[in-house]
């Protein structure tokens, strides 16, 4: 499936609408979704206790009214944390509640694996791309899900093992990526650039056939249309609304 449509800037919603609403939590991926965003992107962790929720830090510490490692509690410790405020009371999801949201949409899904690989680590790291994708399968939505990792490892492991089956969403310049053993250039789909001011990016990502993607700190129409210029295709953004209204006025004023 090709995620972005030519000549149409597509927009992802930043761990959902995440400027309006508190960040992976089920209001701000609907309300993504209300805003007309082509694509959710969101992070996966694994429990100690083997479930898939997410959330985007390593702790709990800033994102709910909690303190501790995600992967030192069980789920039902991290369910019963406040991922809202004492007003808007919001659970920590699981990836199967936002699966199930999605599907019966046109919304294409991106999802972050947050187990890295270490020696230490590897049993932990499958276990969550396996437990992950064995999710999108069920749902049916692999043609309509990135996975997405700063773990080239990750990505490598799911292309050695699934090959095109899903497309694999990296960062460029590569050194971004860790655990790189495979030139990224032979799997990527797509990579965000990070130094999305220099059009070399650009040049070298498309000439390998690899969509440039552009992060949340775009946020101005001047630059937004300056990175559209130079070959963007899709913009991960904390307020879709905000960028489809900016898109649209670009849009209006290139007619």
Known sequence: M??????????????????????????????AIASGADMIETDVHLTIDGALVLIHDDTVNRTTNGNGRVDEMTFDELRALNAGDTA??????????????VYKSDVTLNIEIKEYYSRENEDRCVECIEKTLALVEKYEMSERCLV????????????????KRYALHGFYPYHLLRNVSINPDEYLYCACIFDNENKENY?????????????????QISKLKTCIEKGA???????????????????????
Not at 88 to 100: G, K, M, N, R
């Open 233 to 255: 295709r899709l913009i991960t953004t904390n307020n879709p609304r905000d960028i489809i209204n900016k898109l649209t006025e670009i849009n209006n004023g290139q007619k």
């Open 2 to 31: 090709k995620f972005t449509l030519d000549g149409k800037m597509a927009v992802a919603g930043h761990r959902g609408d995440s400027y309006n609403y508190y960040e992976n939590t089920m209001s701000a991926f609907r309300a």
């Open 203 to 219: 040049d070298y990502l498309l000439e390998r056939g690899i969509e440039p993607w552009i992060g949340s700190s775009v946020t």
């Open 148 to 163: 997405n990792s700063f773990d080239a490892w990750v990505l490598e492991y799911v292309y050695k093992k699934y090959r």
């Open 88 to 101: 808007c009371y919001e659970q920590i999801p699981t990836l199967a509640e936002l699966l199930e949201l």
